[in-house]
């Protein structure tokens, strides 16, 4: 079988950025946001009429997303295409207005006596999203006066919205001078200096590559200290106005998670560092070093004459689709379903946006996946997790809009299950002692990134934001802040870091997910746990399948307690995830004495 390389982007709306049917999609929803301006502003509305207004509400808001994702696309394919610009203008101003919208329901709900609102959670359309609504109601009774609340949401288009855009047009412009591994001069983009930063097995050329990579970012520190002050500073202000001080409240909030819960999970991971650490060390002396450096710390393992493990796209999509049908039927049927009807885009190429991400189109209950494939062992497994996304909003597609609405914490379990079930089968079907130690040395990027990584992330972020309250932060000031917390949550091991990390990784610009960090960390715990699940539970599928479609139904203590029967703000659930990480540590240390 030979699959496509590039998305189908066509099947959603046809032309690009000037489709005929786009243009007639935001024709339409303009029309109905209108309708719905209107009648949310009647001074009183019927629970019956209230009823089929969060029905059209709900509606009105999956095709605002299906047009999102859609200019989101165009704009990660080619980010030098300046045609798209006006386009997500125009979609963030179409979710402006969703979100008053919104907020206006938010409010009308919080006056409701109680005994209305029940009569309107009875309402045969409504029970299905109770939980959500309720939680709106919550809600309402947090916000300014609605004229404040349509300032603050119009000021946020060349505000918070606008900064995180801007991000974007500066990293188009970030190029790297550099050179092929056989010394050809070449200019690479940033997606692309990423990728060989990460994943190229030449020691000596990711040791030269990480300076040309962090003065590509010196360049222009300036620009993106800016960028990063101003939409920092956009989201406080707004915090203020709404009498919030702690920069974790709305985070915590967002992903329906306790600080407690989060409290518990940092304690486990810096408790349970030291077996990673000494693995880095390790893994750092079959490199022939004496420390790891920051460009070592994901890169592949490259053992004597065994090479590194690479796939062919095709190959990846049958391996992927073969040992998710070993967990899953459905998980293997949803993929083969992406390959076939070209939901990936994978190409390597030049203009792409860096990373990778899946997004769902509420609207036809499909996804879009983008990212670069290289060929490694690591791209295979991101794929995966990019499906395991796919997977996760699939099962939810008969679900009305708002109980589709899970949280990022949860997202991220479906994804990291996903990448576990190809990441153990690599390992399985190593043939030699030197391909497993290099397979489990794969398997261990996710374990690194959530207790080091995305720990330094954590830390650079709680504390920026506090200094931010004081004033802008200059480059120099995000650099040192940056190392420090790279240091502290590497306990000082490596021999080389970024301080321009702050810059070069997007998900400090996230407009729509403050701190989109701590989530991840909590998604590989929480999906150690369900993994070691299915291995000892004779129907996982339809159990698994459950906890998906309640991930947007319950606060996510509530879930855990549900559907695994544990306590989530104690150590013990969370140390049980870490027990399989150092079971893995202890075999490539016991394998790498070999070598």
Known sequence: MTYSLNWDLDSIFSGGVHSPALTKKITTLLSELTDLDQAAKATEMPIAGLADFIDQLQKTAAGVAQVSVFATALQSDDITNEAVKPLLDQTQQLQVRVDTIQKGLQRRLSQLSETDFHHLLEAPQLGVIAFNLTEMRQLGQTLLPADQEHLISQLNLDGLHAWSSHYDSLVSQVTVPFHRPDGTPVTLSAGQADNQLLGNPDVAYRSELLPAWEAAWTDKQALFADTLNHLAGSRLTDYAAHGIDDVLQQPLMLNRLSRKTLDTIWQVVIAHKQPLLAYLDRKAALMGKSQAGWQDVEAPLHLGNQKPRQFTYDQAATFIIKQFGA??????????????????????????????????????????????????????????????????????????????????????????????????????????????????????????????????????????????????????????????????????????????????????????????????????????GLYAKSQTTEHFESAYIALLRDTANMSTEALAQKHLGVDLTQPEFWEAGTALIEKDVAEFMRLSQDF
Not at 329 to 358: C, S, T, V
């Open 327 to 528: 967990f899953s039927p459905k998980m293997a049927e949803l993929a083969k379903y992406a390959f076939d009807h070209h939901w990936i885009e994978a190409e390597d190429r030049p203009n792409k946006q860096p990373g990778g991400y899946m997004e769902s189109l509420p609207e036809t209950g499909e996804s879009r996946i983008f990212l670069t494939f290289t060929g490694s062992v690591n791209d295979a497994a991101t794929i995966a997790h990019e499906l395991g996304h796919a997977f996760h909003g699939r099962v939810m597609t008969d679900l009305p809009y708002f109980r589709q609405n899970y949280a990022m914490n949860v997202a991220e379990t479906a994804s990291t299950f996903a990448e576990m079930i190809v990441a153990d089968a690599n390992v399985a079907e190593a043939k030699t002692p030197a391909e497993k130690l290099m397979l489990l040395d794969a398997k261990m990027v996710n374990p690194l990134a959530m207790f080091l990584n995305i720990h330094a992330r954590y830390l650079f972020e709680t504390r920026f934001y506090e200094q931010r309250k004081q004033g802008v932060l200059t480059p120099s000031a995000l650099n040192t802040l940056m190392l420090q917390a790279q240091e502290e949550a590497f306990d000082h091991r490596l021999s080389s870091y970024s301080p321009h990390f702050w810059a070069s990784k997007g998900h400090f610009y996230i407009d729509d997910v403050p701190f989109y960090n701590f989530p991840y960390t909590f998604g590989y715990l929480f999906s150690l």
